[in-house]
């Protein structure tokens, strides 16, 4: 096993696709095929099952590779400890909520570390894809939030991918709105006041349960009449302007990176949310990942 074995399988589960893989990680398309047979025949497992469709990972593979991405990236630090750090590419990548901290920090350690070359990778995703991430490390660093409603769901998954949770701050809850809003006049915002606007949230897909959802409290717990779900940021910004809608959050929110359209309002309530770190147990953190952690600290 080497290696270079282990970077050519992580590149097909990563494309799911062996061409691709193959072009991603500049060798033959038979040389890479040839060299996970030999792996998988030193293994004595399948990594992966092959059909006309394409490869998808099995079972065992998804345990080997969740390995073999911790080998690689202790591989990375060894190299960047000992080589200096400068002539390696940089490669880092983050799973999170969608939250305008965690992107603030992402931009703070590409301006400390990103030099010539860098791999970086942001992905503001479902809540269950986070987990998943950084339990199979294509993440370092995952951020999420729990609360009273999901912490034992949430917390059982994270004992069961061997991970950690470290919290970061404990809020009460906000609304953000637009500055047009009427709600914005509001000193603080009652359930009541929310009933004629639409309530924005983030879909979670096959996981579109309370206790995957990116807000702390459901359209079902207030009887909400006007519901959207969207997939990113952006289209929840502009339709918290272009609609007067609203969701349900920390209220920390960056004005340099969102503008000064959106706002945040206290909501009478008196449920509260925790959002923390996720990190796999036992994998050393690189310098990305710590400085990464500092920064959202600064931030929030």
Same mark, same amino acid.
């Given at each position: 096993?080497?290696?270079?074995?282990?970077?050519?399988?992580?590149?097909?589960?990563?494309?799911?696709?062996?061409?691709?893989?193959?072009?991603?990680?500049?060798?033959?398309?038979?040389?890479?095929?040839?060299?996970?047979?030999?792996?998988?025949?030193?293994?004595?497992?399948?990594?992966?099952?092959?059909?006309?469709?394409?490869?998808?990972?099995?079972?065992?593979?998804?345990?080997?590779?969740?390995?073999?991405?911790?080998?690689?990236?202790?591989?990375?630090?060894?190299?960047?400890?000992?080589?200096?750090?400068?002539?390696?590419?940089?490669?880092?990548?983050?799973?999170?909520?969608?939250?305008?901290?965690?992107?603030?920090?992402?931009?703070?350690?590409?301006?400390?570390?990103?030099?010539?070359?860098?791999? $970086?990778?942001?992905?503001?995703?479902?809540?269950?894809?986070?987990?998943?991430?950084?339990?199979?490390?294509?993440?370092?660093?995952?951020?999420?939030?729990?609360?009273?409603? #999901?912490?034992?769901?949430?917390?059982?998954?994270?004992?069961?991918?061997?991970?950690? $949770?470290?919290?970061?701050?404990?809020?009460?809850?906000?609304?953000?709105?637009?500055?047009?809003?009427?709600?914005?006049?509001?000193?603080?915002?009652?359930?009541?006041?929310?009933?004629?606007?639409?309530?924005?949230?983030?879909?979670?897909?096959?996981?579109?349960?309370?206790?995957?959802?990116?807000?702390?409290?459901?359209?079902?717990?207030?009887?909400?009449?006007? #519901?959207?779900?969207?997939?990113?940021?952006?289209?929840?910004?502009?339709?918290?302007?272009?609609?007067?809608?609203?969701?349900?959050?920390?209220?920390?929110?960056?004005?340099?990176?969102?503008?000064?359209?959106?706002?945040?309002?206290?909501?009478?309530?008196?449920?509260?949310?925790?959002?923390?770190?996720?990190?796999?147990?036992?994998?050393?953190?690189?310098?990305?990942?710590?400085?990464?952690?500092?920064?959202?600290?600064?931030?929030?």
């Amino acid at each position: 096993m080497t290696l270079q074995q282990l970077k050519y399988a992580v590149a097909v589960a990563d494309y799911k696709n062996i061409t691709e893989a193959s072009r991603r990680v500049f060798v033959s398309q038979p040389s890479l095929t040839a060299s996970i047979r030999d792996l998988e025949n030193e293994m004595g497992i399948t990594i992966f099952s092959r059909s006309n469709k394409g490869v998808t990972v099995t079972n065992d593979g998804d345990e080997f590779l969740s390995y073999a991405r911790q080998v690689l990236e202790q591989s990375a630090l060894l190299e960047d400890r000992y080589k200096g750090g400068g002539g390696a590419s940089t490669i880092f990548s983050v799973s999170c909520q969608h939250y305008s901290f965690a992107v603030n920090a992402f931009v703070d350690v590409i301006r400390m570390f990103g030099g010539a070359e860098y791999d $970086f990778t942001l992905r503001e995703t479902q809540t269950h894809e986070i987990i998943e991430d950084v339990a199979h490390l294509k993440s370092e660093v995952g951020v999420i939030y729990t609360s009273s409603r #999901n912490e034992d769901v949430i917390n059982r998954l994270i004992k069961k991918n061997g991970l950690c $949770f470290e919290p970061l701050f404990t809020t009460a809850l906000h609304v953000f709105v637009s500055k047009s809003n009427p709600l914005a006049k509001k000193r603080k915002i009652s359930f009541a006041n929310l009933s004629e606007f639409p309530y924005l949230t983030y879909e979670q897909g096959d996981f579109n349960s309370f206790y995957f959802a990116e807000e702390p409290i459901s359209e079902i717990d207030f009887d909400s009449p006007k #519901n959207i779900k969207v997939r990113d940021r952006a289209t929840l910004f502009n339709l918290l302007i272009g609609l007067d809608g609203y969701t349900i959050c920390s209220g920390v929110i960056s004005h340099e990176l969102n503008g000064p359209e959106i706002i945040a309002k206290p909501l009478d309530s008196d449920e509260r949310m925790t959002v923390g770190v996720l990190t796999r147990k036992g994998v050393t953190l690189s310098r990305y990942a710590s400085a990464y952690i500092d920064s959202i600290k600064r931030h929030i």
